[in-house]
């Protein structure tokens, strides 16, 4: 993530081999960050979740 005064982004997978996703089966999370004088917080909201991943945690890296 870029922090700023549009900090946000999102993302979107799905099984990539069918066109499952077609019907709803895919995972969308929304993410954005507040800037703070000494901190940065950043929110992660689910939109859409009716594709389960195989991993079961992300990592945000914020530059700047």
């Known amino acids: 993530m870029y922090p ?3 900090c946000k982004g999102s993302l979107y997978q799905d099984d990539g081999h069918t066109l499952a ?4 089966e895919f995972l969308r999370v929304s993410y954005s960050c507040q800037v703070g ?14 594709y389960k991943p195989w991993w079961s945690a992300a990592e ?5």
């Open 60 to 64: 945000i890296t914020v530059f700047g």
């Open 4 to 6: 700023g005064p549009d």
């Open 37 to 50: 004088a000494d901190a940065i917080r950043i929110v992660s909201t689910i939109e859409k979740d009716s």
């Open 21 to 24: 996703y077609e019907k709803g």
